[in-house]
């Protein structure tokens, strides 16, 4: 996805909390590893919905696409039917919960598993296998998922992103050298496995926040602020209510608002759009969590190179110009769309605002999207048709559905909500 306007109206968020007592001195002293003489390796990923998708194969499994996300500790397969899982190792029932506002979810721990992905290679890994594929990921990205990851790898290597070239960088920590020229480097802290940083600042006309924030590469949006962590953060004078994404434990609704500047450093992003969870889905829910003010999501950081370092606990962000350039915008149809079918190619309405250029445009929930300005849907990814959803406003969209066995044609004309 080379252009800004990727971001699904839907971001994902996987923050995870799980306990896993009672592994062996045996498992813990194996882990991730380059295999041979390798110091790093470069893995190819996709960049779905504002998502890094890697390839990652479990107990010589054929590739499967996992979500890679900095906010989880463990791995998660999110779709329990793949083949692999019934080969796996059960040895307790666990009940897990995340954001989200529905309830906890089931799941089994299996243990020794072997992962691979590119020269890196895992062994004696532990793996959450969910009962049920509640999150139905794929039918928001477009294409199958089968689980989430992230902590070991981030623990174990300097990763870095690379979204312009699409590759994820790993390199064994020892081999790693911080150079100016790599970019700007920021101090980090570990906590609960997950990123925090503290060289963030909310900022309008009348006061500058600092914030301290998770860096969440499972999560779409470009920054989550929790109003309830600090008074002096407040909901903008214009947001919209919405469904914000899906979470481990369920929906995430809450308000969507264009905060006038975050700086990060010496950096600045300008008239962002920012998600304000209900503390329902948020905060009260995860009543142990660690003291913070939000996070920070792959729509911000898809605009720089970034570096992890977990072990000298610093992370480095290099500003990609004309990426800095781009406006941050929302899906201007206001109608929010799944995919269906077995390869999730079949594009069908789900939810519609009201009052809305869909609205008004005729369309319902369960129309099934035939082709979008002579484009068919078929031949179409997502994120491509939310991209043709922020193309600007005013901008008039043609567009084939079928209803009831019916086709029917419709102008919908793009107006942005926030």
Request: hydrophobic content about 40%.
């Amino acid at each position: 996805m080379e252009a800004m306007k990727h971001a699904l109206p839907l971001a994902l968020w996987f923050g995870l909390v799980i306990g896993l007592p009672g592994l062996s001195q045996a498992q813990e002293r194996f882990g991730l590893h380059l295999q041979g003489r390798h110091k790093t390796t470069r893995i190819p990923f996709q960049l779905h919905s504002n998502l890094i998708i890697v390839p990652l194969k479990i107990n010589d499994s054929d590739t499967l696409r996992f979500i890679l996300d900095s906010g989880v500790s463990t791995i998660i397969v999110t779709d329990p039917k793949i083949p692999v899982t019934r080969l796996m190792k059960a040895v307790r029932r666990v009940h897990i919960s995340g954001a989200g506002e529905g309830g906890d979810l089931s799941a089994t721990v299996m243990v020794g598993n072997k992962i691979q992905m590119g020269h890196m290679k895992g062994f004696n890994q532990n793996v959450v296998v969910l009962d049920h594929d509640i999150l139905q990921i794929s039918e928001y990205v477009g294409m199958p998922i089968h689980g989430i990851f992230g902590y070991e790898l981030f623990n174990q290597f300097v990763v870095t992103i690379d979204f312009s070239k699409k590759e994820l960088i790993l390199e064994e920590p020892s081999h790693y050298r911080y150079k100016p020229k790599k970019g700007d480097q920021f101090p980090i802290t570990i906590e609960d496995a997950k990123p925090y940083l503290n060289a963030v600042a909310l900022v309008d006309k009348k006061r500058t926040v600092p914030l301290k924030v998770v860096i969440d590469t499972g999560a779409g949006h470009a920054i989550s602020l929790d109003v309830n962590s600090r008074s002096q953060i407040a909901l903008p004078n214009k947001v919209i209510r919405t469904q914000l994404g899906r979470g481990l434990s369920g929906v995430i609704n809450g308000s969507l608002g264009r905060v006038e500047k975050i700086k990060i450093g010496n950096l600045e992003l300008n008239n962002i759009i920012a998600s304000f969870p209900d503390s329902l889905a948020y905060g009260v829910k995860l009543s142990n969590r660690i003291a913070r003010q939000g996070n920070i999501g792959c729509e911000l950081l898809r605009r720089f190179k970034v570096t992890f370092n977990y072990q000298q606990h610093y992370i480095v962000l290099k500003p990609v110009k004309r990426r800095l350039r781009e406006a941050f915008e929302h899906n201007m149809s206001g109608m929010d769309i799944v995919a269906k079918g077995s390869q999730y190619d079949e594009f069908t309405v789900e939810r519609i605002e009201l009052n809305s250029p869909a609205e008004l445009a005729g369309l319902l929930p369960g129309d099934q999207l035939i082709s979008v300005d002579g484009e068919f849907c078929r031949s179409i990814s997502m994120s491509d048709l939310y991209r043709i959803f922020q193309r600007g406003e005013g901008k008039e969209i043609v567009m084939a559905v079928r209803r009831k066995g019916e086709i029917l044609i419709t102008t919908l004309t793009l107006k942005r909500i926030i």
